[in-house]
């Protein structure tokens, strides 16, 4: 081999042994008759002295990510030149011989800089050699592998299916492919791999699993891309608790490689519940806000706004102080979201209430909304009024933007649970209200089998009609346009692992 460790490996155990490593010269210092480098490779970084001889001449040319082979001696750094910050940082190899395998050209960023994402993207092979983007792929890497290992142990089979198939209709538009020997036809790309698995369950396969490439042509979002990686399951003879709890044991695995030993079972709330209480089908649960129902409270009022079938409220703590400007940004911060404004009540800090709403109110709903909606002096109250679902959706909305501008979110936390028991259809307006893109008067839902338990409900059109948890008798599919029962994960950028993102 062209080397004999890894240069991330070496410690003090290792002194008086000769070793050849190579890599990409990270930095350079040059102090006059000595010259040391910090040699990279994927494993980690070990310093290289040079320190005479025609070694020392060869070690003045190298320059950062120069890709050489060093061979020399390992030794324990002199007392008080330690590095802490790293593992190599107790030795160093006193290099007996050079060799430069490839020379680099000026480098259009330093890789310990920051630079600009197109750039990062254009030299894409520049950047994965700094350590977060590297981490991240190799981190993928050992996810995908503790997948796999879960899933077998429950006995699926991993299966691929084809790439080049036909238009289905789909939630996007289909990336088409010229079909060269049938010239005006076209191989369609899947936006998931839906049909081939139902096809295999009534194969008789059971249990089946891919690691799966799917291509969705729609409109750049925050969560969306061409193309993007799931893991794809679907099960035979199961119910939506089997399905869950295999899941669990997935996500137990996956999160385990990176040192978090994740509890279970994991918490369940219904749709219901999550909406009413965040606003929100994937709920971010790192902090305590939640929203307030005032539909009760107001039931009386002479105010024209609040005269409406729901009335909502959440509150910013210390937001009374907020300057005019700002707070005409939260009406901006609606009227993108498909609202006229966001009322909103400042409470004094001797207890009396300000704002352009106080004075629509009576005094019995001045007198006690402070207790109702648990404020404090020196608080704001933010309201929404309207249909249920828009309404709490917007307020969902303010909620999040309420806790990343009072820094309520703890990025390294995680909270996770299942939200249960979806609805068949959901208004556009509610996705314009929380900030999503509306697609449509209602968004489908794949898991179209009516809830056992509601079947012989009669429920008025505008009453949404709950999916069951499994979308078919026996047959329970992870990967849809949205699933009956979807995973929220909150950490760092919110996302909710459902069906097919």
Not at 224 to 240: G, H, I, N
Not at 457 to 469: D, E, F, Q
Request: with cysteine; hydrophobic share 40%.
């Amino acid at each position: 081999m062209l080397r004999s460790h890894a240069a991330g490996s070496l410690r003090a155990a290792d002194a008086g042994q000769t070793v050849t490593l190579a890599g990409w010269v990270a930095r350079r210092r040059d102090h006059g008759g000595v010259i040391f480098i910090d040699l990279r490779d994927a494993s980690g970084v070990s310093q290289v002295v040079f320190r005479e001889g025609d070694v020392l001449a060869a070690a003045h040319r190298l320059r950062a990510e120069f890709c050489i082979a060093v061979t020399g001696v390992v030794e324990v750094r002199p007392e008080g030149n330690e590095n802490p910050d790293i593992p190599t940082g107790k030795i160093e190899v006193n290099a007996t011989s050079l060799t430069v395998l490839s020379e680099s050209a000026p480098l259009p960023f330093q890789l310990d800089e920051t630079a600009g994402e197109e750039a990062r993207l254009k030299y894409r092979y520049l950047d994965l050699r700094r350590e977060g983007p590297g981490n991240a792929i190799r981190l993928r890497s050992k996810v995908n592998a503790a997948a796999r290992g879960v899933l077998a142990e429950h006995d699926f089979v991993e299966i691929e299916t084809p790439t080049l198939t036909r238009s289905t209709p789909e939630g996007a538009r289909d990336f088409l492919v010229p079909a060269r020997l049938q010239p005006g036809s076209f191989y369609a790309l899947p936006q998931s791999p839906q049909l081939f698995k139902q096809l295999l369950m009534v194969a008789g396969m059971e249990r089946y699993y891919q690691i799966a490439r799917c291509y969705r042509d729609e409109d750049f979002r925050a969560d969306r891309q061409p193309e993007f990686t799931q893991l794809d399951m679907e099960l035979s003879f199961v119910d939506a608790d089997d399905v869950m709890g295999i899941a669990e044991q997935v996500l137990k695995a996956v999160w385990s490689t990176i040192g978090y030993d994740l509890p279970l079972p994991l918490p369940r709330i219904s749709y219901e519940e999550a909406m009413r209480r965040f606003g929100s089908d994937k709920p971010d649960l790192r902090f305590e806000v939640e929203l307030i129902e005032c539909t009760d409270y107001f039931k009386d009022t002479p105010f024209r706004v609040f005269q409406a079938p729901y009335v909502g409220a959440v509150v910013m703590t210390g937001g009374a102080s907020q300057p005019r400007r700002t707070l005409d940004g939260w009406q901006e911060f609606a009227k993108q979201r498909g609202h006229k404004g966001l009322a909103y009540v400042l409470i004094g800090e001797d207890g009396t209430l300000g704002g352009p709403v106080a004075k629509n109110l009576t005094d019995a709903e001045r007198d006690g909304l402070a207790a109702h909606v648990g404020a404090k002096p020196g608080d704001c109250v933010f309201f929404a009024a309207g249909p249920a679902r828009t309404a709490r959706a917007l307020l969902g909305a303010t909620r999040i933007e309420i806790a990343k501008r009072l820094d309520l979110i703890d990025p390294t936390a995680w909270a996770f649970t299942w939200v249960v028991d979806f609805p068949m259809f959901e208004p556009a307006d509610v996705a314009t209200a929380s900030g999503d893109v509306a697609v449509g008067s209602g968004a489908g839902r794949p898991c179209t089998t009516r809830s056992p338990r509601r079947r012989s409900n009669r429920r008025t059109p505008s009453t949404p009609t709950p999916a069951a948890r499994c979308p078919m008798p026996t047959t329970s599919s992870a990967t849809a346009t949205r699933s009956a029962a979807a995973l929220s994960v909150s950490t760092g950028a919110t996302s909710r692992s459902g069906c097919s993102r």
